[in-house]
Nanobody
Framework: HVQLVESGGGSVQPGGSLGLSCAGS????????MAWFRQTSAKEREVVAL????????YYADSAEGRFTISQDNDKNTLYLQMDSLKPEDTAMYYC??????????????????WGQGTQVTVS
C-alpha cells in the first residue's frame, strides 16, 4: 500500500520561498518516477517537475525552470520541491505523485498511480 504525504505548503509574499516535502511509504522513491503537480480551480492538473534517479532524469515545466528545484532523499524516502522567486500565478494546490517506471517517465497526470493529499501554496 503506497502512501504519499505532503507537507510544507503555506502563504508567502511574491518573491519569497517555500519548500515542500513528500514522505513516501510502501514504495522506494528511487525506483519510481516522482513528480510534483499543481492544480487550481481554473486549470487542469499540470506537472511542475519530475525526477527519476535511475537515470538521473529531471524535468521542469517552463513555468518552474530556474525557480524550482526538485530533489529526493533516498534514505528518508522523501521527495522535495524547493520553490524560490514565487509569483502569484504559482498559487495552487500542489500534489506529489508517483508511478512505477516502465519504459519511460510520463508527464501526464493520468499515468501516475499514486498521489498525495495535496498541500496549498498561496502567493500574495
Amino acid at each position: 500500500h503506497v502512501q504519499l504525504v505532503e507537507s510544507g505548503g503555506g502563504s508567502v509574499q511574491p518573491g519569497g520561498s517555500l519548500g515542500l516535502s513528500c514522505a513516501g511509504s510502501g514504495l522506494t522513491v528511487s525506483t519510481y518516477c516522482m513528480a510534483w503537480f499543481r492544480q487550481t480551480s481554473a486549470k487542469e492538473r499540470e506537472v511542475v517537475a519530475l525526477i527519476y534517479e535511475g537515470d538521473g532524469s529531471v524535468y521542469y515545466a517552463d513555468s518552474a525552470e530556474g525557480r524550482f528545484t526538485i530533489s529526493q532523499d533516498n534514505d528518508k524516502n522523501t521527495l522535495y520541491l524547493q520553490m524560490d522567486s514565487l509569483k502569484p500565478e504559482d498559487t495552487a494546490m500542489y500534489y506529489c505523485a508517483a508511478h512505477p517506471r516502465n519504459n519511460d517517465c510520463s508527464l501526464r497526470a493520468i499515468d501516475f498511480t499514486d498521489w498525495g493529499q495535496g498541500t496549498q501554496v498561496t502567493v500574495s
